[in-house]
């Protein structure tokens, strides 16, 4: 049995360590681990398996001899590194956002379109957390059912912004608690100019904005859905859009979605039978019982939490449901490792003859 | 110029609290002012205008001599002492849901559908929270524009949930930033049966569910805005639908809006320009700037902020909003005085002849 060399890039961040916890209890044969993240982070020790290892500051020689790299320490640094781990014989799992939308570049949700490791050519990309834990509940709907429209509403969580971010928000509450005052320096997000309190509060704002008014997180959920489910960024065959915004919660996002399908026969009993069987996802929807998925409920688990699933009682064919999955795990870290044991299973841990190695601009 | 004996009935609540001091800051003359509650908070003392009062246990005598009633004491206590108001020569704005499909009873937000307060017999109602606030964005843009379909997911403050509820929010954000365990016994609501965390958490729960699935919070919202825009709580002329989620912030619930227009030639200019002249609604609308309503800011306010503004890219004549304002003021006892001001204004403090006294069953 092939073992493999592992890197994980970003190792010592809110999906970094996950990874490391993700990969430990995978189906993935590791010969090594290697964790690499920022100078800042060098020297570091974490445990994988027991085994205490040191974070090494991240140069191109340090994917020599690796097979595999996780990738999340943010979009520029994939987009420096990863060309160098590619050149190097390595195949890259990136979970930042850089390489989502490149035609080259397979989007795997591996229960929705694990078929589409095979045509990797070096890199594939882990699609953003909000989408992933959407198209978890569409895809079987769409297989079935077809889709004509989508809508949703997101509630995300802190943690969605990294660990700084949800150090903010825990002393925020704090300070609120204590009658003080608050400094926020982070949220809604680094990149941008203004940062507002989070704690006790809303954000509409998740990443930057658009000059269409949409922002950045919105556009993400639009072109990936699209992708993944249509292979296609801009495909017109099922419309989507989306309002993100930031609330005070620490960990696992939820997302109200309203669907159109095709087929007008679809009832709210087949889609929760099919949803049921559906690899990946907990229906928990009870409304007799007070059972449906909670944020607090889904936070450690690796599968996509769906309830409330309704139809519109006034436009026969749609319907509503709450979606909630761990945002670091099924979001994150857990979908990035389940592509890498898709490739394992799949024997394309290799990279091809005619590999991908995109121009750092 | 004649001056009015008040009662307010539920006096010590989060929104009985806000209802005096709305009143004080109304335009309504008070020759009196009673404080009424429960045996529980009664000698209670607060103060209107500087005086200070004490808070007297309802009895169906207290509103002997009483002109103007505004209730917010829970819906058996309205369904209990409204009537005996009335029979009084009370004229009552009920806070609570129990009159509001009534055919009745008006059911107004003033700058939406003042003119309903004619028809009162004695008993008028005050809206949802989660209603009034998205009939206060959808009112301008359905007379401009039309409307054919709305779907709305909100994001709802605990306070919404009582002055108790609010309590159990700061305890239990308290216990977790400390690592303790937390004890809910009123969230997601105090009527039904299981009660969950609600700090850094969740509840896609607000009020009971129905059979159909929907929760009565949900309910509400669909054929309340029914009855206000349309004056028929079932008409069909405008499509309605909604999922309503608690979500841990303290005042000023959040929605995002989804409404598809008749008039497709509709633009995202012209509604923001629509908004900006409409009375009690403020647009914060600059992604540039990053301005957009938010929570903390609309705490306080009368206002309703509506943001976000923008057209679904795919879909002509529909569009995203993002609104928010103070569940306690706007979405309840600033409405509740404003419909006062306007019975106040049109001199209709008065029962008619044919008083309406409903049977309290």
């Not at 704690?199 to 859905?225: C, R, S």
């Not at 449901?321 to 592509?339: F, P, R, T, Y």
Request: net charge negative; proline share 6%; aromatic share 6%.
């Amino acid at each position: 049995m092939r073992e493999y060399n592992v890197a994980i890039l970003g190792a010592t961040g809110a999906v970094g360590t996950r990874m490391i916890q993700q990969l430990e209890q995978s189906t993935i044969p590791t010969k090594s681990v290697k964790l690499l993240a920022s100078s800042r982070s060098a020297g570091k020790k974490l445990k994988f398996k027991g085994k205490e290892l040191t974070v090494e500051e991240t140069t191109p020689d340090s994917f020599n001899g690796i097979d595999l790299v996780l990738a999340s320490a943010g979009g520029s640094v994939s987009a420096k590194y990863l060309p160098e781990a590619v050149k190097r014989g390595a195949v890259c799992v990136d979970n930042t956002s850089h390489f989502r939308m490149d035609p080259e570049v397979p989007l795997v949700v591996p229960e929705i379109n694990a078929d589409r490791v095979e045509e990797h050519r070096g890199i594939l990309s882990d699609p953003n957390c909000s989408t992933i834990q959407m198209v978890m509940a569409l895809g079987p709907i769409y297989r079935k059912f077809g889709l004509k429209q989508v809508i949703c509403s997101t509630y995300q969580a802190v943690s969605g912004a990294g660990q700084s971010a949800l150090n903010e928000l825990m002393e925020e509450s704090q300070q609120v608690l204590n009658g003080e005052p608050v400094h926020p320096k982070i949220l809604p997000t680094k990149g941008d100019k203004k940062h507002y309190q989070m704690a006790f509060n809303l954000l509409p704002q998740i990443d930057v904005f658009h000059d269409d008014g949409y922002t950045h997180e919105e556009w993400k959920m639009i072109h990936e859905t699209k992708k993944i489910l249509l292979n296609d960024m801009n495909a017109k065959d099922i419309k989507v859009t989306a309002t993100c915004v930031r609330v005070p919660i620490r960990i696992a996002h939820g997302e109200t979605v309203y669907f159109e399908v095709e087929d007008k026969s679809a009832t709210a009993d087949q889609i929760r039978d099919l949803l049921e069987k559906a690899p990946g996802v907990v229906v928990q929807d009870d409304p007799a019982h007070q059972i449906y998925p909670q944020s607090i409920l889904a936070e450690g688990k690796r599968d996509t939490f769906v309830g409330r699933i309704r139809p519109d009682l006034e436009n026969k064919g749609a319907f509503n449901m709450w979606v909630v999955s761990d945002n670091l795990l099924k979001g994150a870290a857990w979908n990035a490792v389940q592509i890498a044991e898709e490739l394992v299973k799949r024997d394309l841990v290799r990279v091809p003859d005619n590999p991908y190695i995109p121009e750092n601009k």
